[in-house]
């Protein structure tokens, strides 16, 4: 009988606001060191924290978007530890601690591996602060504390041991960013540490209680929680099946070895002797804010798939694809409202456009060109200034260069020939230039026809039109009529 894996994720999130969660530092991102601190998140003695509204907001937008349980009061509490990067020596957190629940508790989230739909259970999502970040430069026996992290807004997503493999794992992941992107909760920068994942991982015999655990740390992208707990699995497997124990640690992901081990957490006390905050009020939701909030969330992804299907009449492949993140779909109906062709544009985007972002490893937000440049490159095949063959080599030029689709188009003399008398010269050459194929097109063998629009084609760099070459190309071998 094989294993049966059981994962479950703890996801720490940045919410996306303009300043920490209990002061009114900035949150920027890439700040020198130490410039954005201030008492409060320095924990100097005496310095009040007060609770940044927009975070709490934030927080419950995520609880409603992961269908969860909201409580209407909850408590911060002190989470007691030491550690050099956390100068007050605990950190504001929640947690369940007797009467006082987190923010809100029992969700889901709903993903899809290989064709299959399955719910992932939330067990809880609550908010607390950012410690700073310790630096250990490569010269000279020190260490350095940057504390612009400090007390910046996290919301942590706790699941339960719902997640059957790493690919689901994977799959969750990917979700579960899309969906807080899409809401504004987050950018889910996983290589700027706004979003981190901690994954708890063991193995049981089907119908068993629940093996050893190990927690995995250190993971800085999807792709590398994706392989540390398959690494992770494949570990346990092998310790069980030598009739091994799986010792219940902390490991670490080594991103270069693609393997995990064992080490000591920075967070290795026993217990934390949680207290609630004396400093602050408890946190009091009343329906009417909840209310306001469930009103603020943006459409979601699946909704937005699903309007995108019937506005612009578009497969659900297309639309999914489409929605994939929230840049991509605001560029496609950007373009689509700059010009109504939504599937030339669904095509271009899905094609070229979408093969030049992974090529070149960007994301839709780093493209030179704008959605309206996209909407007149389509335009011009649609009015017959260019061919579509044509078309290919000007969205190249365009992803390169930024110009627009016209100004790459008179610059490169690209315009379609559409002239009739000039392009019956180059048909009358063709054919006197290949009586085979003339005869096989005369003896019924279409192919011959493909045969020499494709050399009309080529005379003309490309730039005759089509439609117009295969008509003469008929009239003048006597195949139109009847
Ligand atoms: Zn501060």
Redesign the pocket.
Known sequence: MDYETVIGLEIHVQLLTQS?MF???STRFGAPPNTQ??P??LGLPGALPVINRRAVELGLRAALVLHCTVHPTSQFHRKNYYYPDLPKNYQISQYQYLEHPPLATDGYLEIEVDGQRRRVGIRRVHLEEDTGKLVHPEEGNVSWVDYNRS?VPLMEIVTYPDLRSPQEARAFLLKLRQVLQYAEVSTGRMEEGTLRCDANVSLRRPGEPLGVRTEVKNMNSIRSVERALAYEVARQRELLERGEAVVQETRHWDERRGVTFASRSKEEAEDYRYFPEPDLVPVEVTPEWLEEVRRGVPELPDARRDRIMAQYALGRYDAELLVQTRATADFFEAAVAAHPSPKAIANWMLGEVSAYLNEHNLEIEQLRITPAQLAELVRLVEDGTISGRIAKDVIAEMLQTGDSPRSIVDRQGLVQISDEAALRETVEAVIQDNPGPVRDVLAGKEKAVAFLVGQVMRRTQGRANPALVQRLLRERLGLLGG
């Open positions: 920490k002061c009114g530092c601190t201030c409060v998140c007390g």
